[in-house]
């Protein structure tokens, strides 16, 4: 089945950009979309079909990808921002919606 | 505001039922595909079963073909998971989300229920 790979944990300063990866067999031909879940709430979609934005979420979540691997882009990351983040494809050779794994963002 | 929530959670012994409820609000429900998602403590997101918006087609993970059942009834609003022959395994938060088709994002997500199998 397909498999979403993403790091564990992603660290930043505030005021910097934080970059979370998912990587996946050419990726780069699927819709990626990414979410995030803070504590103890459920998720929250921040950007869809690769690169856009629900409304509501701020310009600093921007979204690519190409090839094997999608990136979700925090610009000037914020402490609010800290929560886990996790990408999501749907695999038609499987038809199964994916998810990667997560990636906990820490902001410093 | 769309909302959904969900309820029916609850303990349960390994082997034992258990049917969870998603009622929907704030949208037309009959446009969207209905899912559960679930997350087991301290784990990560994994999709469970979906059905398209008039009811006709169903899928499942593997992980609970053959036990559980998903069902709407869109004049209800309501979306239902019969969960059988429960396991340690499952259990988890579950959580009711929508997405407009198959390929785009889950847009809504309800609060969860939680779902505990243990004796």
């Known amino acids: ?108 | 505001e769309v909302q959904l929530v969900e309820s029916g959670g609850g303990l349960v012994q390994p082997g034992g039922s258990l049917r969870l409820s998603c009622a929907a609000s704030g949208l037309t429900f009959s446009n969207y595909w209905m899912h559960w998602v679930r997350q087991a403590p301290g784990k990560g997101l994994v999709w469970v079963s979906r059905v398209n918006n008039d009811g006709s087609t169903i899928s499942y993970a593997d992980s609970v073909e053959g036990r559980f059942t998903l069902s709407r009834d869109n004049a209800k609003n309501t979306l239902d998971l019969q969960m059988n022959s429960l396991r340690a395994e499952d259990t988890a938060v579950y959580y009711c989300a929508s997405t407009f088709d198959l390929l785009t994002a889950f847009q809504y997500w309800g609060q969860g229920t939680l779902v505990t199998v243990s004796s």
């Open chain 1, 1 to 108: 089945s397909y498999v979403l790979t993403q790091p564990p944990s992603v660290s930043v300063a505030p005021g910097q950009t934080a970059r979370v990866t998912c990587g996946g067999d050419n990726i780069g031909s699927k819709s990626v979309h990414w979410y995030h879940q803070k504590p103890g709430q459920a998720p929250v979609l921040v950007v869809y079909d690769d690169s856009d934005r629900p409304s509501g979420i701020p310009e600093r979540f921007s979204g690519s990808n190409s090839a094997n691997t999608a990136t979700l882009t925090i610009s000037r990351v914020e402490a609010g921002d800290e929560a886990d983040y996790y990408c999501q494809v749907w695999d038609s050779s499987s038809d199964l919606h994916v998810f990667g794994g997560g990636t906990k963002l820490t902001v410093l």
